[in-house]
């Protein structure tokens, strides 16, 4: 299984800032040691070609010079420096890749970041500064569009499990009816005005496993009584946990686990490609973040290698409805 990174774009930021930059290579190291059945590959930068296919001229060009105002910065959240910028473009890339590489035939493939559903059109937020989901599921359409043009748009499922409202996300997506937009996300955390998504499922501080996994539930049969992917692209946010200082929630590590085997199994029954992204994590003992993402990665491998091993088992468990749909949008 293929997963990029740009854990090496360090951002310089100040003594004492919340950010916990060093998960990421974290991860990256940890992945290396113990899973070799992950491929790490660095990732590619977004052009501005790319970019713009989401983000408006003027921000993209704000970032990319250093001219964003001291106002704009500080709702990012991160000072600009070029790394930065670098790494902005980077973590939109490394969804691109992931979602090609998904839709190329491997089932599914990860960004170790990315995730940063904060950012609207025309500006960054909450510690994201491009929509790296938002810019891939577009390209990915135009991309098909030029290959299948006989085949229709393909649609694409946004499933975003950080705990977090996906703001800019849905407010990207808000008249676009090939996308569909789905948020499980604490009522009462970050960001206190929300967009609405397509599905929104609020939950309550302390929400634990048995509670959200029951909402996760009825969220994917509500996503597929209304709308019928070709992709998923699924932000597997490990700040649901109880260990975030940010999340507010208390699901277990085997309640995590089990939200992602949900998801995947959900996507690999119906043979949907899906490319999944950190998001967001905030423990106040970074290694159990870590430990949560290792967790979705070692659930993802096993979900990898059923693609290549028993397709026919898959389409066997989907009913007949199902099997139909995966002759729809997917290449």
Known sequence: MQAFYADHFVLPLPEGHRFPMAKYARLRE??????????????????DGELALVHTPTYIDAVRTGTLAPVAQREIGFP????????????????VQACRRA?????????????????????????????DAAVAARLMQAEHARAHRARGMLRVAIVDLDVHQGNGTAKIFAQDDSVFTLSLHGAKNFPFRKEPSDLDVELPDGCGDAEYLEALERALEELERRFDPGLVIYLAGADPHEGDRLGRLKLTFDGMEARDRRVMDWAWTRRLPLAFVMAGGYGTDMEATVQVQMNTYRTAVEYQARWHTAPTA??????AREATRWHNAAP
């Open 80 to 95: 600009w420096s070029p790394a930065m910028a670098e790494r902005a473009r980077r973590s939109v890339g490394a969804t």
């Open 30 to 47: 940890r992945l290396a040691r113990e899973l070799p059945q992950v491929e790490l590959r660095e990732a590619e930068p977004a052009s």
């Open 103 to 131: 839709l190329g035939g491997a089932g599914l493939a990860a960004n170790l970041a990315g995730g940063t559903h904060h950012a609207y059109a025309d500006k960054g937020s909450g510690f994201c500064v491009f929509n």
């Open 314 to 319: 898959a389409m066997t468990a989907a009913t």
